[in-house]
């Protein structure tokens, strides 16, 4: 499931995003202290927002023991996505771009010392 998202958004292909989404999916991403949470809601917005940032890498990890990912631009953490799969529908998605967050999520998922 999570990995046919992945490659979804590796393409950008819409269709399979849209496919392994949940209807009524959430997306919510936290950006830090001067910029207020982002929520989108519905299948098609969400899957208009999840294409991998130009020149990002996708590495699967787990995050607060679920499944995630730790994306990567340029060999340096640019998110943290967590999902929460209901049935074989990916219900939520919870994305960290808060920079200090970020790189301690990804310190802690690669088992490196801060």
Same mark, same amino acid.
């Given at each position: 499931?999570?990995? &046919?998202?992945?490659?979804? #958004? $590796? ?5 399979? =995003?849209?496919? %392994? *989404?949940?209807?009524?999916? @959430? ?17 098609? &917005?969400?899957?208009?927002? #999840? $294409? ?5 890498? =996708?590495?699967? %990890? *787990?995050?607060?023991?679920? @499944? ?22 990916? #219900? $939520? ?8 967050? %970020? ?12």
């Amino acid at each position: 499931m999570v990995y &046919a998202f992945y490659a979804a #958004a $590796r393409t950008a292909d819409l269709d399979a =995003l849209i496919q %392994v *989404l949940a209807p009524d999916v @959430v997306q919510r991403t936290e950006f830090g202290a001067t910029r207020p949470p982002s929520v989108v809601r519905g299948a098609a &917005a969400v899957a208009e927002q #999840a $294409r991998a940032p130009h020149g990002g890498e =996708l590495r699967s %990890v *787990l995050v607060n023991g679920t @499944v995630g990912a730790l994306v990567t631009r340029d060999g340096q953490p640019y998110s943290v996505i967590a999902f929460t799969v209901t049935g074989d529908k990916i #219900a $939520r998605i919870d994305v960290i771009r808060n920079a200090d967050r %970020v790189r301690i999520l990804a310190s802690s998922v690669l088992g490196q010392a801060e």
